[in-house]
């Protein structure tokens, strides 16, 4: 540990809860200390975008000083409930009705709702509310941040106001959680203790700016009627170990402890040995640099709720920016597609690393790591005018260009072409994600031309119907689903991955995906060019089952070969498969759907086994938003399914062949096999081999292909 050492009058020392006594500066010291102002006057004065910043801030915060202050009359609800039962989009809030009443409009159906109260899922005005919580602890920050800057006392006397005011109010409020239900895991102005969390972070760094404005006795009833209640009653008795919700309370444990010099508090924020910040780091924080629940969105909320107490520390004189937490800044790029977006796997939308420039005007403050300048662009946000450098030096290249695999986050990448028109396969074979996993192992996101053509399901409001009954199952997924029944959470292990005369390939075993029926899946992926990728799918098992390989392709279905309807079955995930057609054969079959007027893609389906084939569409953003869906079906016991998707259309042809082991026995294709592409000029042969098995192939020119490798292609 160090001690921050700064020409202050005036200390207070905590008990020694570290391995040496901390001594703390006076306050500001938890956002921003003294020479933080300092900086933030210097940055004002000297950088233009700074300035337009802080005047952005500054016309807000006086807007605000005209207004009275009201507090909501209740808790707020929460957010994932703010969306429409039916259709799953989220709401926007239309005209008020009165005293905390809205309308409500879902953008899909255009209809108008109003909140209910009685319903968790339908108190919208409730959501209303949380946002006005929210606001109130920013108008305090800002009126702080205003206050050191400028030395005026209107903004620490209104500050002052809405803190007094909320520990006057904040015990009346009644503690309720995600469901409206009294007590249990929810919070006083929020329905959870990540929220409250949240907002007492935002709180108690905005009481920092002004502390030293308050009397004692208003700091007393601050820390009794809100502070410490907020900590004892929601925040500290509800513990997650290793998760992003702990980082949050972490930080809001952290932060009230520095502001009132409460050593215990700061000890368990920093160093519990289970769940503290540092065992967060250790523990959550994988060899990749990636958070462990595999979600790019949490990825990021996980360094949103950390940098806080990271940043309180270093100004107390504890250093808690180490080689994990800048890991959290550098592993995103690995992932990344080519045009710097992170994938929706697990709960998380696509994630934007250019709209992350915030978190790394503050990861390159601390770490000063060139690359992250190249995410800044206009600067125009709350971290560049608090954090941000004036003088910053060239920017590096940041894209990768080459293949990749992750194998502690269990992400294979393959990638092949320049720029943000590359193409790009993230195949998903690792940790499951924890509660924010989904059962989707061997699925695959696939990007070119720059969007993605094959998407994933990602992720909805959890309160809307769309996420239990179609984020979370496999069927919304680019994966195997057997028996119609979703995989259960496992861990897979990647086999092979390599390239080979011009191939980019993965071979990945989707582990114990279905215990029950001891099905094992392994996924082998060949991208020969920017335009063609080739997937051999193999599944073997104890008995025969209905093995479903569903695979979802953005436009609409162009012609389609003669079908008849079909009646998806009623379980999770199928039941939103419409417009659903299908026709058996076991010849080779090619099917296109249209990307733009100017772009179709085809699938090509190798052929050899009866195989039914269906074709409808399934769901993206709301029940409205339909992307084209194929099953491959099959009921057998053990198979393989050969195919190929050509991005710009052209024909591809597969010849799947057996293959005999050393003794001259034919192998079942799912054990191995022979596949022979041709696409265009390019012609390669793909001999698959994940048990790795001595084994012959008629190879090219007939002559005799010994193997005992993974994958070999010639």
């Known amino acids: 540990m160090k001690l921050l050492l700064a020409s202050l009058s005036l200390f207070v020392v905590l008990a020694p809860a570290f391995s040496q006594p901390v001594a703390l500066p006076p306050h500001p010291r938890l956002l921003m200390n ?9 940055r004002i004065a000297s950088a233009p975008w700074a300035k337009a910043s802080w005047g952005e801030l500054k016309t807000s915060a006086d807007k605000a000083l005209k207004q009275p202050i009201e507090l909501p009359p209740r808790g707020g609800n929460w957010s994932h409930n703010y969306v429409c039962p039916e259709h799953g989009a989220p709401l926007k809030r239309g005209r008020k009705l009165g005293a905390w009443q809205w309308e409500h409009i879902c953008p899909v159906g255009d209809h108008v709702l109003r909140g209910d109260p009685s319903k968790a899922t339908l108190d919208f005005d409730g959501n209303a509310m949380a946002t006005a919580h929210g606001n109130l602890a920013q108008q305090a920050l800002d009126d702080g941040l205003i206050f050191q800057v400028t030395g005026d006392a209107r903004y620490a006397g209104r500050a002052r106001e809405i803190l007094l005011a909320y520990a006057d109010k904040y015990l009346s409020y ?35 700016l002004v502390w030293d404005t308050l009397t004692a006795d ?7 009627k809100m502070l410490r209640p907020a900590l004892n009653e929601i925040i500290i008795p509800q513990k997650y170990g290793i998760h992003n919700i702990q980082c949050r ?6 932060l009230t402890g520095f502001l009132l010099g409460d050593s215990k508090l700061i000890s368990l924020a920093i160093d519990d040995p289970k769940q503290g910040f540092r065992q967060q780091l250790a523990k959550g924080v994988d060899a990749d640099g990636l958070w462990l629940e595999g979600s790019s969105g949490y990825h990021f909320f996980t360094i949103d709720g950390l940098w806080p107490l990271a940043e309180a520390a270093r100004n107390c004189g504890i250093d808690l ?26 709960d998380s939308g696509f994630a934007p690393l250019r709209e992350r420039a915030p978190s790394y005007e503050l990861a390159f403050a601390r770490f000063h790591d060139a690359k992250y300048v190249s995410l800044f662009g206009k600067r125009d946000n709350r971290m560049a005018l608090l954090f941000g450098t004036t003088k910053p030096p060239a920017s590096l290249a940041v894209s990768e260009t080459q293949s990749r695999n992750l194998t502690a986050g269990g992400y294979a990448v393959l990638q092949q072409g320049q720029g943000t028109s590359a193409t790009w396969l993230g195949l998903k074979y690792g940790p499951h994600g924890g509660g924010h996993g989904h059962p989707d192992k061997n699925s695959f996101i696939l990007y070119s031309r720059g969007q993605v053509v094959s998407p994933d399901a990602g992720t909805h409001a959890y309160g809307s119907p769309l996420h239990a009954g179609w984020d979370k199952t496999s069927f919304a997924h680019n994966t195997l689903i057997v028996d119609a029944q979703s995989q259960q959470p496992a861990q897979g292990n990647c086999l092979a991955f390599g390239s080979a005369n011009g191939v980019e390939f993965s071979v990945t075993d989707a582990g114990p995906i279905y215990t029950n029926a001891h099905v094992r899946f392994t996924r082998t992926v060949a991208m020969l060019t920017t335009n063609c990728v080739v997937i051999v799918d193999q599944v073997q098992a104890d008995a025969p089952h209905t093995y479903d390989v569903a695979y979802h392709q953005i436009g609409v279905w162009e012609t389609l070969p003669a079908g008849v309807a079909w009646s998806p079955p009623t379980v999770p995930g199928y039941q939103f498969f419409s417009q659903t057609t299908t026709r058996a054969t076991a010849a080779g079959v090619a099917l296109r759907t249209k990307l733009a007027d100017d772009w179709s893609a085809a699938v090509t389906l190798a052929g050899g086994e009866l195989t039914e084939v269906l074709t409808g569409y399934g769901l993206l953003k709301t029940t409205e938003d339909l992307v084209p869906l194929l099953v491959q079906r099959r009921r057998t016991r053990n198979t393989a399914f050969v195919w190929a998707i050509s991005l710009d259309g052209a024909p591809v042809e597969l010849t799947v062949s057996d293959v005999t082991d050393a003794s001259g026995q034919k192998l079942n294709r799912s054990d191995a096999l022979l596949v022979q592409v041709s696409a265009g000029h390019l012609q390669r042969a793909l001999l698959v081999n994940p048990r790795q098995k001595h084994i012959v192939a008629d190879g090219p020119g007939h002559a005799a292909w010994p193997s005992a490798e993974v994958l070999a292609v010639h």
């Open 34 to 42: 003294s020479n933080g102002i300092v900086e933030l006057r210097e």
């Open 174 to 208: 009644p503690v309720h959680d995600n469901q409206g239900r009294p007590g249990r895991r929810g919070g006083h102005v929020a329905s959870q203790s990540l929220s409250e969390a949240t907002w007492l972070i935002t709180v108690v760094q905005g009481a920092d």
């Open 218 to 224: 208003e700091r007393q009833t601050i820390e009794e």
């Open 249 to 254: 309370q972490n930080s809001a444990i952290g």
């Open 321 to 346: 920016y180490d080689v994990k937490l800048k890991a959290m800044f550098d592993g995103p790029f690995a992932l990344a597609m080519p045009n710097l977006t992170l994938p929706n796997f697990n």
